[in-house]
């Protein structure tokens, strides 16, 4: 069973920097897999942050872009590597709850779905960030 358990988030004045981290126990069943950072504030929807395949290729929201920079460490083709979200000039609209996500079968970034939600088997609790 896949469990993912994320850390690093906090309050933070505008402007400053945060870096999110994604633990992750239990096996993977490909070599390829893709991850991602989603974040969800209070009374809006669940939106796609950041995402990357096992080959690294990357993607990002819009408004992130440039500020974000998502990574991942080597890893046993059997395990899921840890993942990063490095957060520099945070906004006050970047507060919101952050989650890790993780696929079974990789790709989805190449895909062009690396943010939509639909493909990701596995969620951590989330790590809170807010920006004051």
């Known amino acids: 069973h896949v469990q993912l358990v994320e850390s690093g988030g906090g309050s933070v004045l505008a402007g400053g920097s945060l870096n999110l981290s994604c633990s992750a126990t239990?096996?993977?069943?490909?070599?390829?897999?893709?991850m991602a950072w989603f974040r969800q504030a209070p009374g809006k929807q669940r939106e796609g942050v950041a995402a990357?395949?096992?080959?690294?290729?990357?993607?990002?929201?819009?408004s992130v872009k440039g500020r974000f920079t998502i990574s991942a460490d080597s890893a046993r083709d059997d395990l899921y590597p840890t993942l990063y979200l490095q957060m520099a000039n945070i906004e006050h609209e970047d507060t919101a709850m952050h989650y890790c996500?993780?696929?079974?079968?990789?790709?989805?970034?190449?895909?062009?779905?690396?943010?939509?939600?639909?493909?990701?088997?596995?969620w951590g609790q989330g790590t809170q960030v807010t920006v004051s």
């Open positions: 239990g096996a993977r069943i490909s070599s390829s897999v893709s």
């Open positions: 990357i395949d096992s080959d690294g290729t990357a993607i990002y929201l819009e």
């Open positions: 996500a993780a696929t079974k079968y990789g790709g989805w970034v190449r895909e062009g779905q690396g943010l939509n939600y639909r493909p990701y088997n596995y």
